[in-house]
C-alpha cells in the first residue's frame, strides 16, 4: 500500500479540510467525525487498500488493517495539515483548549457525538499508545514461562531474570503511562498526571498513617489513576482561567499538584479501589462460577461490540484485571470472537464461486489467524450476512472451552494465535481456538449464504 495515496484517496472522498474533525487511529482503523457526510461507505470501500468502513455512531471507521491505519493516519493528518485555510474542525479543538472559538467547537461536538461514545473514544486514545508494550511484555512474559515450565533449572539463570524485569516492566510502569495519556486526553498537562500517577503509587506511602491506617501504594490502580487525571485536568484549566498571567505558571502546577494529591488519597484512591475490587470480583466469578455457560455468551456477543467499535472500552478492565492478578481471565474468551470468524471465512471460501471473494478471504485470512478480525467482519461476513451469525456461533463455543477451564493471559493487545504463548494454559487454549475455528466453519456451512454475483462481491 502507499500510504500516501491511500490518504489522498480518503482525503479527496471525506474532504475538504474544514470538513474533517481531527482524525485518530487504533491498530487497525482510521477514525475520524465529519461536519456533513457527502460520501457514501460504497465510496470509502472503494479505496484501494480499504477493508472495510463502519458508522458508529457518528464516527466513521476505515478499517485499514494492523500497522497500516497508523501511517495512513499520519499522512491524512499531513494532507490536511496542507490544505487547512487556518479554520477547520481541527484547528476548532485546538482553539478549544485555548479558550478560542468555544461555542462553535461544543456546537459541532454535541451534534456529532453522544457523550457515551466520546467517553469511550477518550479510554481508547488513552490505551491504544500503551498496547505496543503490553504486546511487547506479554510475549516476553508468556516465552519465559513456557521456558521454566520445560526447564525449571534456567528460572536461577541472570539472563533469565533480566528478561523477566523486562516482561514485567509494562505493568510496574502501567500507572505512570495511563496518568500522562489520561491528562493529556482530559485537556490538562501531561507530566502532572503522570507526577499524581507516581504520588499514588510511591512506595513510601505506605509508612504514612492516616486515620489509624496504613495508606496503601497504588490502591485503586487505574481506575483510580484516571479518575485523578480527569479531576487534575479539570482544575487545571479552571485554575488557569483565574490565576493572572504572570503568576499563571508557578500557582497553577503547584495548586493543580497540592489539591489533586489531597483528593487522590481521600476520593480517588478509595473509590478507585471500591470499583477496581468490583470490576475484578465480577470479572473472575462469572467465569468461575458460570463457567461455559459465561464464555459461551460473551465469546458470541463479542463481535457486535467489534461491529460497533466499542469493543476498546474494555480495554482498562483488562488492564486492572492484568494489575490485580496478573491475568485476564476475559481476553481468551473474547479472543474466540475472532476465531469464529476464521472458521466462517473459510467455510466462505470453500462454497463461494465468486474469484473476488476468494481473493478478498485469502488476503485476510492470514491476519484473522494473528487476531485481527476486522478485514473479515467488514469485508466477508457481514456483508453477505448468515456468515456473521457463523462466526459467532464459532466464537460462543470458542468461549465456552476457554471459561470452562478458567484460562487467563498475561497481556493484552494481541489475540488470535499469538496469544497462545501468554496464557496459562496453552493446549486449552489452542483447543479453544480449533474449537472456535471448527464450529465456525461448520455452522456457516450449513447455514450457508447468498453467493454474490462478480461485481457485488465484498472489496
Not at 493543580?256 to 478507585?272: K, R, Y
Not at 483488562?318 to 474468551?333: F, K
Not at 470452562?404 to 501468554?422: K, R, V
Request: net charge neutral; charged share 15%; with cysteine.
Amino acid at each position: 500500500m502507499n500510504y500516501r495515496e491511500a490518504a489522498q484517496e480518503i482525503y479527496d472522498c471525506i474532504g475538504p479540510a474544514e470538513n474533517i474533525a481531527a482524525p485518530y487511529n487504533c491498530m487497525t482503523r482510521l477514525r475520524f467525525t465529519v461536519k456533513e457526510a457527502k460520501f457514501t461507505k460504497e465510496d470509502l470501500l472503494a479505496i484501494d487498500g480499504v477493508k472495510g468502513v463502519n458508522l458508529s455512531g457518528t464516527e466513521w471507521q476505515i478499517v485499514l488493517g494492523p500497522g497500516k491505519a497508523a501511517k495512513v493516519t499520519a499522512e491524512l493528518k499531513a494532507i490536511l495539515q496542507e490544505h487547512k485555510p487556518g479554520g477547520g474542525l481541527s484547528d476548532l479543538a485546538e482553539a478549544a483548549r485555548a479558550g478560542d472559538g468555544t461555542a462553535l467547537h461544543d456546537a459541532i461536538r454535541r451534534k456529532n457525538s453522544s457523550s457515551w461514545q466520546e467517553g469511550l473514544r477518550k479510554i481508547a486514545r488513552i490505551f491504544v499508545p500503551i498496547i505496543p508494550a503490553f504486546i511487547a511484555c506479554g510475549l516476553i512474559t508468556g516465552i519465559l514461562n513456557t521456558v521454566g515450565k520445560i526447564d525449571p533449572s534456567l528460572t536461577t539463570a541472570a539472563w533469565f531474570q533480566l528478561a523477566a524485569v523486562a516482561g514485567n516492566a509494562a505493568f510496574y510502569g502501567l500507572n505512570l503511562f495511563v496518568g500522562i495519556n489520561a491528562s493529556e486526553e482530559f485537556g490538562g498537562t501531561p507530566v502532572i498526571g503522570g507526577v499524581l500517577a507516581a504520588f499514588m503509587s510511591h512506595p513510601a506511602l505506605s509508612s504514612i498513617m492516616l486515620f489509624d491506617e496504613a495508606l496503601t501504594p497504588g490502591q485503586g490502580g487505574i481506575i483510580a489513576v484516571i479518575l485523578l487525571c480527569f479531576f487534575a485536568a479539570a482544575l487545571e484549566k479552571r485554575l488557569h482561567r483565574f490565576i493572572p498571567d504572570m503568576f499563571d505558571l508557578f500557582l497553577t502546577p503547584l495548586l493543580t499538584v497540592i489539591i489533586s494529591a489531597v483528593v487522590a488519597i481521600v476520593v480517588c484512591q478509595p473509590v478507585g479501589g471500591f470499583l477496581s475490587a468490583a470490576v475484578g470480583t465480577a470479572a473472575t466469578t462469572s467465569v468461575k462460577q458460570g463457567g461455559a455457560l459465561t464464555g459461551f455468551i460473551l465469546g458470541g456477543t463479542f463481535l457486535p461490540l467489534v461491529l460497533l467499535g466499542i469493543h476498546q472500552g474494555l480495554t482498562p478492565i483488562h488492564a486492572d484485571l492484568l494489575t490485580r492478578y496478573g491475568v485476564t481471565v476475559l481476553l481468551p474468551i473474547l479472543a474466540m470472537a475472532g476465531a469464529g470468524q476464521v472458521g466462517a471465512a473459510l467455510a466462505v471460501y470453500v462454497k463461494t464461486k465468486n474469484k473476488r471473494l476468494r481473493k478478498t478471504i485469502a488476503s485476510a485470512l492470514p491476519v484473522g489467524v494473528m487476531g485481527i478480525g476486522e478485514p473479515l467482519i467488514y469485508g466477508v461476513t457481514l456483508p453477505l450476512g448468515k456468515p456473521f451469525i457463523g462466526a459467532c456461533i464459532g466464537g460462543a463455543c470458542g468461549g465456552a472451552v476457554q471459561a470452562a477451564f478458567g484460562i487467563g493471559a498475561a497481556t493484552l493487545g494481541i489475540s488470535g494465535l499469538p496469544l497462545a504463548a501468554t496464557t496459562t494454559n496453552i493446549p486449552v487454549y489452542i483447543a479453544g481456538l480449533a474449537a472456535a475455528y471448527g464450529i465456525g466453519f461448520a455452522a456457516t456451512y450449513i447455514i450457508g449464504f447468498t453467493d454474490p454475483a462478480p461485481e457485488e462481491a465484498a472489496s
